[in-house]
């Protein structure tokens, strides 16, 4: 037994030593098909371990502008997801290979361009998802507590430049606009028992503010009805069971879906089932409610005196076209208003241009790529991920999404279409970066980090406690 | 605890099929003790491979998209990610979540009498996931909640790809 304990504990030692490690100082290989991925979320790890596995020579930089990798998975899945993190043991995999480095802390575009990165690697993979927000572009936007539910998440799990997001929830009500996975995310955070979400890894800053919410309802507004909903069960499903927490459908609402779901395909057919069946049979009781409101649109938000929100104007629509799961909303002379003190929007995401030499699609808020992830007019560029698709999907999309992309480079690198010879790789940028005194995180300084905030977790009892200054985080990569 | 061996205690620790654990040798130390952490901070814990009979096993065949047939020795009592996973068979990206019902990617479809004679339906949580994944077939389950019976000699399911599904229309 003592053999055993010693050999579990002896683990992250054991880690730490695994001499390929050291690869990450390592220079490049001349020769050697090197390409570059700018991003190191889901779509850049999935891409570059697609990559690896099918050429035995390719090495793989992964670029992030953060310290730390793993991008939406850090920061978008909600602390009380923590099987979704798993995904994370492969990225260590994939970061942990001979032919993979991380270079963290580089922000491409600022600190390198994309022109210098084409002329140091065969390949540019561009894999950094989405950065910025719809907005709705009505009066009263810029009001206090109207905030967008991206930078809402963000805060919560500990991303640097949302941490110190002025949240105030010393309010009863508050109104999500929108009907995706983030807006339930973001209703669940605010609606869980405060014990259970001091468990998970969120962050201790607004674990403090949160557990001073007066919040007791949570009103989810679409601008469509409940068959274009774009949120996916499982999250309805943990919205109908979360403890103390009543959920509100009105029957009007659904009135006679239960006829028309039967002809649906079966996922939206159990989506539709189980709101109608919370609806006719409301699940949970307690001192707070979550309840979904449909065929609404914003028009205006109204403050108080102190330049806060107090309400929501909204314009009521009707559905119009032949297809139930693609009507359009059709906005009719009606209205509504729903009070509330916090606004959070969560209407979508947009990309950003993060060099002018990309080319940019200023309507879809993404970079343009064809459907096989080459990015127009840009020959050695590809896309992977959100930034070229747009940000919808569970990780699985994005999943595939990076292994189509890693085939489509792969194949373009077998029959000669990007160049290999002359490039020098991660040598020649580091030199760059050394110049202007860039700080290069890399996947052992990574482990420093990840190291010290899970030891500062176990001392509160959470997973992990995130660094959420950069300095800090520099200052522990360094040590 | 004295009667476990080394090899048991570090099966109730760690999950078959965590990759933390080498899967040439089951006793590696974990890399990382986050694992364990987190596995006894998860709901539910979804593993069944604790208490299982490890002697007997049997074979199933998991054929790919392009018609390739992988074997795989199964021991009676594990799930199919565990078979997957212990047999280091090279699937794109099965099992991502490790087996907590976090995700889609262990999808296998099987035919209708072996699906029909399956001891156990698939709960509410398994079909939810899987009402995500690509392909989605009546005879559709997710491998890490079918547990390996006796009678599954010989059980071939095939593993759908889907990628030309993945990218949605924008």
Not at chain 1, 22 to 31: E, K, V
Not at chain 1, 44 to 63: H, M, P, R, W
Not at chain 1, 362 to 377: E, K, N, Q, Y
Request: net charge neutral; proline share 5%.
């Amino acid at each position: 037994m003592i053999r055993v304990l010693r050999l579990i504990c002896a683990c992250p030692c054991h880690f730490g030593k695994r001499s390929r490690l050291l690869s990450q100082q390592s220079a490049a290989l001349p020769g050697n098909p090197k390409i570059c991925v700018v991003g190191s979320g889901p779509a850049g790890f999935y891409t570059a371990q697609q990559l690896l596995k099918g050429n035995s020579l390719v090495e793989v930089d992964i670029y992030e502008k953060l310290p730390v990798p793993f991008g939406l998975v850090r920061f978008g899945v909600a602390p009380d997801h923590p099987e979704v993190k798993n995904v994370i043991n492969t990225f260590t995999q994939t970061a942990n290979n001979e032919r993979c480095r991380f270079l963290g802390n580089v922000k491409v575009g600022e600190d390198i361009s994309i022109q210098e990165l084409k002329e140091a690697y065969s390949t540019v993979v561009l894999a950094y998802g989405v950065d910025a927000d719809r907005v709705l572009g009505i009066p009263g936007e810029d009001s206090q507590n109207v905030l967008s539910a991206r930078r809402f998440v963000g805060w919560y799990n500990g991303l640097p430049k949302d941490s110190d997001l002025e949240v105030d929830l010393d309010t009863d009500n508050v109104v999500v606009l929108g009907h995706g996975n983030v807006a339930l995310d973001v209703a669940r955070v605010l609606l869980t028992p405060i014990d259970s979400l001091a468990k998970t890894d969120i962050s201790q800053h607004a674990l403090e503010v949160l557990s001073r919410s007066k919040v007791k309802r949570v009103t989810l507004v679409g601008r469509r009805g409940p068959l274009q909903v774009a949120f996916t069960i499982k999250e309805l499903r943990e919205m109908t069971k979360l403890p103390g927490c009543l959920s509100v459908l009105h029957k009007h609402n659904f009135h006679g879906l239960d006829t028309v779901s039967q002809g649906l395909p079966r996922p939206r057919k159990r989506l539709t089932d189980l709101m109608y069946k919370t609806c006719m049979a409301p699940t949970g009781s307690g001192p707070r409610q979550w309840e979904l409101q449909f065929l609404l649109s914003p028009t205006e938000f109204i403050s108080d005196t102190n330049n806060r929100v107090s309400a929501v104007k909204f314009a009521q629509n009707r559905l119009e076209g032949s297809d139930l799961e693609t009507q359009r909303a059709v906005r009719t002379e009606e209205t509504k208003e729903i009070s509330c003190g916090l606004v959070l929007r969560s209407i979508g995401y947009r990309s950003i241009q993060i060099d002018d030499m990309l080319p940019f699609d200023t309507d879809r808020g993404v970079v343009p790529c064809d459907s096989t992830s080459r990015v127009v007019d840009s020959p050695g560029v590809y896309c992977s991920g959100w930034v070229g698709r747009g940000p919808t999907g569970v990780i699985l999309t994005t999943m595939s999404d990076g292994f189509e992309t890693g085939k489509v480079i792969l194949r373009d690198l077998e029959e000669g279409v990007l160049r290999q010879d002359n490039i020098g790789g991660v040598d020649v940028i580091r030199k760059k970066l050394e110049t202007k005194g860039v700080q290069v995180v890399t996947f052992t300084d990574w482990n420093k980090i990840n190291k010290i905030e899970m030891s500062r977790g176990k001392s509160v009892g959470k997973p992990r406690e995130k660094m959420v200054n950069i300095q800090d985080m520099l200052k522990a990569a360094s040590s | 605890m004295a009667m476990l061996s080394q090899r048991q205690v570090l099966r109730f620790l760690v999950p078959r099929f965590a990759t933390c654990v080498s899967r040439t040798t089951i006793s590696t130390i974990p890399r990382n003790l986050t694992r364990i952490h987190s596995l006894t901070h998860s709901r539910k814990r979804f593993c069944s491979s604790v208490c299982r009979d490890q002697k007997e096993t049997v074979m199933v065949y998991f054929i790919q998209e392009d018609g390739s047939k992988l074997p795989g020795k199964a021991r009676v009592g594990d799930n199919l990610l565990d078979v997957v996973v212990e047999n280091d068979l090279d699937i794109d990206g099965f099992g991502a979540c490790e087996g907590t019902l976090a995700c889609s990617t262990c999808h296998l479809i099987f035919k209708k009498k072996d699906y029909d004679n399956l001891p156990e339906a698939p709960t509410d949580e398994e079909l939810d996931m899987l009402d995500l994944a690509y392909g989605l077939t009546e005879e559709s389950r997710l491998g890490c909640q079918v547990i390996v019976t006796k009678d599954m000699e010989g059980l071939e399911v095939r593993v759908p790809q889907g990628i030309a599904d993945a990218r949605e229309p924008s």
